[in-house]
């Protein structure tokens, strides 16, 4: 279901607020804070991040054009982002603020979309952990450089970026992407 000015602006029980021209590196929410808010991509590219106890921050999902992210804590009681989103290409985005918990009751066709995007999300996710859990780095990086690089194209990845996404140590995906290259594998034509 794609969505449109007219439908977010009949949506109920809600504030909405346009955001424009974000910059690339600045942060929409931080991991922790609590969450008033989600948003609606209308272009651009968000990477939301986790950092874990011992400060290390890890790439966990991307969302671009016609994507809602941040809504996840309107289903649960504890009401704080998991992770922290960060504007990787300029963006524009449409800012919702439920009024309360009866906003989910009062959209019930947003409700089923973000039920149905939750339910894609969850299922991405344990595909991904199980292959970190039973495929080589040489797979998990190969796959991350090619999916990352075929997927968003415009954004220019970092191997730590791509490490994470791949859920090694950027060491190895330095050291796995070089031998690629090496070997003429490379899944995409980064120097």
Not at 47 to 58: Q, T
Not at 100 to 122: A, M, Y
Not at 149 to 161: A, G, K, V
Not at 176 to 186: F, M, N, S, T, Y
């Amino acid at each position: 279901m794609s969505v449109d000015n007219s439908t977010l602006d009949q949506l109920k029980a809600c504030q909405i607020s346009q955001m424009e021209h974000l910059p690339k590196g600045s942060y929409l929410y931080r991991q922790g804070e609590t969450a008033c808010s989600f948003y609606y991509i209308k272009s651009g590219l968000i990477g939301l991040y986790h950092m874990v106890d011992n400060g290390k921050e890890s790439l966990i999902r991307l969302y671009d054009n016609d994507q809602f992210f941040g809504y996840r804590t309107w289903f649960s009681p504890g009401q704080t982002y998991h992770c922290s989103a960060k504007v990787l290409l300029p963006a524009t985005l449409v800012k919702i603020t439920p009024d309360s918990q009866g906003f989910l009751v009062s959209n019930p066709d947003l409700t089923l979309r973000l039920l149905t995007d939750i339910s894609d999300e969850l299922a991405n996710a344990e595909s991904r952990l199980a292959h970190i859990s039973y495929d080589k780095s040489l797979k998990r990086v190969y796959d991350a450089l090619n999916f990352l690089y075929n997927t968003y194209p415009d954004y220019p990845w970092s191997y730590r970026e791509v490490a994470e996404f791949a859920g090694c140590e950027t060491e190895t995906a330095i050291r796995i992407a070089r031998e690629l290259k090496k070997e003429g594998k490379l899944p995409h034509n980064r120097e």
